[in-house]
T-cell receptor, first 117, second 114 residues
Framework: AQSVTQLGSHVSVSEGALVLLRCNYS??????LFWYVQYPNQGLQLLLK??????LVKGINGFEAEFKKSETSFHLTKPSAHMSDAAEYFC???????????????FGKGTKLSVKP | ETGVTQTPRHLVMGMTNKKSLKCEQH?????MYWYKQSAKKPLELMFV???????ENNSVPSRFSPECPNSSHLFLHLHTLQPEDSALYLC?????????????FGPGTRLTVT
């Protein structure tokens, strides 16, 4: 069965510092991987996704993530944190099988990012 | 309206009330989803509809009743809820329910059961 583990429920960085949010997955087949962001009182917004091809994926707001099959990881990074990045971030995995429950997204528990001035 | 909209944004209801949540997507998608988001718990998938047909019911109690009259609209009918049902209910849509399609989320309905 698929699963997603996000290491660290809370991460705090200073403005301008590197952001690193960790995500490890388990999947029986090569997965599709996603990162979503949720701002307070809002729904989830897609940051980026990996489906196939280049393993370094660039997303919105300066975020990027690298798919590492050998480490079963899909960590999210941003070189320089901004105050507006403070939010909760969710990693999700989906199997590469069309239809039915195998296509659904499985979400991690989320990591709340705080940015200190 | 663009994207995925949900109404109402906030709802307070007693345990004996009946209410409905509404979701509408303006993206031309064929799949729609209901999720429950509780504090300190992962997002819980409740229901999946693909081309108006329910393809997944994730062991949700019968006090939650979904309805999908067409690919653009999704409802969640609520009756005799429990306090532990208080949560943020998120609706999402995607091109299809197959793997690899990103889901677009609405802003959610914050439900409080008293």
């Amino acid at each position: 069965a698929q699963s997603v583990t996000q290491l660290g429920s809370h991460v705090s960085v200073s403005e301008g510092a590197l952001v690193l949010l960790r995500c490890n997955y388990s999947s029986s087949v090569p997965p599709y991987l996603f990162w979503y962001v949720q701002y307070p009182n809002q729904g989830l917004q897609l940051l980026l996704k990996y489906t196939t091809g280049a393993t370094l994926v660039k997303g919105i707001n300066g975020f990027e993530a690298e798919f590492k099959k050998s480490e079963t990881s899909f960590h999210l990074t941003k070189p320089s944190a901004h105050m507006s990045d403070a939010a909760e971030y969710f990693c999700a995995v989906s199997d590469r099988v069309n239809g039915g429950s195998q296509g659904n997204l499985i979400f991690g528990k989320g990591t709340k990012l705080s940015v200190k001035p | 309206e663009t994207g995925v909209t949900q109404t109402p944004r906030h709802l307070v209801m007693g345990m004996t009330n009946k209410k409905s949540l509404k979701c509408e997507q303006h993206l031309g998608h064929n799949a729609m989803y209901w999720y429950k988001q509780s504090a300190k718990k992962p997002l819980e998938l409740m229901f999946v509809y693909n081309f108006k047909e329910q393809t997944e019911n994730n062991s949700v109690p019968s006090r939650f009743s979904p309805e999908c009259p067409n690919s653009s609209h999704l409802f969640l009918h609520l009756h005799t809820l429990q306090p532990e049902d208080s949560a943020l209910y998120l609706c999402a849509s995607s091109q299809s329910s197959g793997g690899g399609y990103e889901q677009y989320f609405g802003p959610g309905t914050r439900l409080t059961v008293t």
